[in-house]
């Protein structure tokens, strides 16, 4: 019976407050997720300068570890979602374990990938000892525990494949809430802790998400839910797993590439100075406090577009697609607004210098300028996702955050200086809003359910 409601929600409900029920929490589940690294960023602001040079090189290390837990577990909830329109309820069972199994063999990954890669990283951006130092003590923590956001975040998927939207919200934030509270205690030694600085930062990071993923988990297991973990039935797919990595894979590296992103234009910067680096690390985080909710957007529309694609129901498709990008612009347009206004304001949370004052708020206006823009790319990303066109998604994403922004950086730092570098965004973000509406409207011509009668 829950399960017959749950599909007739997906296909009859209509389709804005369907929308915004499935996407309000997970946008506030990805708001709080990114308050992990920037509540650590706040906080050893304050404990010095170096420490928060270390945490921003240490970042494309971390959202590295982000990229492939959301990639895998958006991966499977495209994979459900589709079956469940299916009415294939079996292989969705199925596709639980793979997606545990899958989670296990990451953990894996990045432990042997922190023990190798992670002194060597930062010696390509600095000779510093002290923020070397500092840098691969926060990162050894947050990489080698990866087990936890990897496990927390496929049963977060898992759950928002069947509609489920607010469990994973309320998880996300009890770990989110024990990071802000254990952050200072740790950094700082208050209440009779020892004071470690970046490191308890990492270890306060690592606390929350273990929190959190064991509720997770705790939740997934001891409730009745549409999906079942079956042992006994389950016996090893590799199509399916296929299936999975064909939109997990370039899920996983368009967000990855967001880290060679950082890497890349990190190595530009520090041509200027260490604290332009800084800079822009703090930039990054402000930023996903805008970019964050449309990402938990994409969440809510994923599994709606993947349902009514395999039940092959254009018309919920579209006007899906539709609701989404104007949420998705309202949404950037806002935060644009707001970098635009307020810079100032925003780099205080972070303890800037006068001299950061000085270079970030033309940072934050020009950059922000491309939020628009992305705001397209994104949605009609994730409709690619869902639909399992997952190369479109990827080749939107090189547009918008390889392609062109790195060579274009480099070209006009030469002419124009820092400024160059953040006017590189908005052309970015362009192209790729390009790249993505004509992306659709090929598949539009070619694919079977616009050619129904």
């Keep these: 019976m829950e399960q017959t409601e749950q599909r007739n929600k997906m296909g009859t409900k209509p389709v804005f407050p369907l929308l915004m029920s499935m996407a309000f929490p997970p946008m506030l589940s990805m708001l709080i997720q990114s308050m992990y690294n920037i509540v650590d960023s706040m906080f050893v602001a304050r404990f010095s300068q170096n420490a928060l040079t270390a945490v921003s090189l240490a970042?494309?290390?971390?959202?590295?570890?982000?990229?492939?837990?959301?990639?895998a577990g958006v991966g499977v909830n495209s994979y459900i979602s589709r079956k469940l329109g299916a009415r294939d309820k079996d292989a969705a069972n199925a596709a639980v374990t793979h997606g545990f199994l899958l989670s296990f063999a990451h953990a894996i990954f990045f432990v042997l990938f922190g023990l190798v890669a992670i002194k060597p990283f930062f010696r390509m951006f600095t000779d510093s000892p002290e923020i070397i130092s500092l840098a691969c003590d926060y990162s050894y923590i947050v990489v080698l525990g990866a087990f936890a956001q990897l496990f927390h975040i496929m049963v977060e998927k898992l759950l928002q494949s069947t509609g489920r939207m607010l469990a994973p919200m309320l998880l996300q934030t009890i770990g989110a809430i024990a990071n802000i509270i254990l952050d200072p205690i740790l950094i700082f030694g208050l209440l009779g802790a020892p004071r470690m600085g970046v490191r308890g930062a990492a270890i306060a990071t690592l606390m929350g998400q273990i929190l959190s993923m064991t509720l997770s988990l705790l939740v997934f297991?001891?409730?009745?839910?549409?999906?079942?973990?079956?042992?006994?039935?389950?016996?090893?797919?590799?199509?399916?797993?296929?299936?999975?990595?064909?939109?997990?894979?370039?899920?996983?590296?368009?967000?990855?590439?967001?880290?060679?992103?950082?890497?890349?234009?990190?190595?530009?910067?520090?041509?200027?100075?260490?604290?332009?680096?800084?800079?822009?690390?703090?930039?990054?985080?402000?930023?996903?406090?805008?970019f964050m909710p449309v990402s938990g957007l994409t969440q809510g529309a994923l599994p709606i577009m993947g349902y009514n694609y395999g039940a092959q129901n254009r018309r919920r498709l579209l006007s899906t697609l539709r609701c989404a990008v104007l949420v998705a612009v309202g949404i950037m347009a806002a935060g644009n607004l707001l970098f635009v206004l307020i810079p100032d304001k925003l780099l205080l949370l972070f303890n800037a210098s006068p001299e950061m004052l000085e270079m970030g708020v033309s940072a934050l206006r020009i950059i922000s300028c491309s939020y628009i823009f992305a705001a397209v790319g994104l949605i009609f990303s994730t409709m690619f996702q869902a639909v399992g066109k997952g190369s479109y998604s990827l080749t939107v994403f090189l547009m918008r955050q390889l392609i062109v922004v790195v060579p274009l950086a480099f070209l006009l730092s030469r002419t124009l200086g820092l400024n160059g570098i953040w006017l590189s965004f908005p052309i970015a973000e362009a192209a790729g809003a390009i790249a993505a509406v004509l992306f659709f409207l090929a598949f539009r011509r070619r694919d079977a359910i616009f050619n129904q009668s």
């Design 59 to 71: 970042f494309p290390l971390q959202n590295l570890v982000l990229s492939v837990a959301v990639g």
């Design 221 to 290: 297991f001891l409730r009745d839910q549409d999906l079942r973990m079956d042992l006994k039935k389950f016996r090893p797919d590799l199509r399916a797993v296929a299936q999975i990595y064909a939109v997990g894979v370039p899920t996983m590296l368009m967000n990855a590439l967001g880290s060679l992103l950082v890497t890349l234009l990190n190595s530009i910067l520090i041509r200027f100075s260490e604290l332009a680096v800084s800079v822009f690390g703090v930039y990054f985080k402000l930023q996903t406090f805008v």
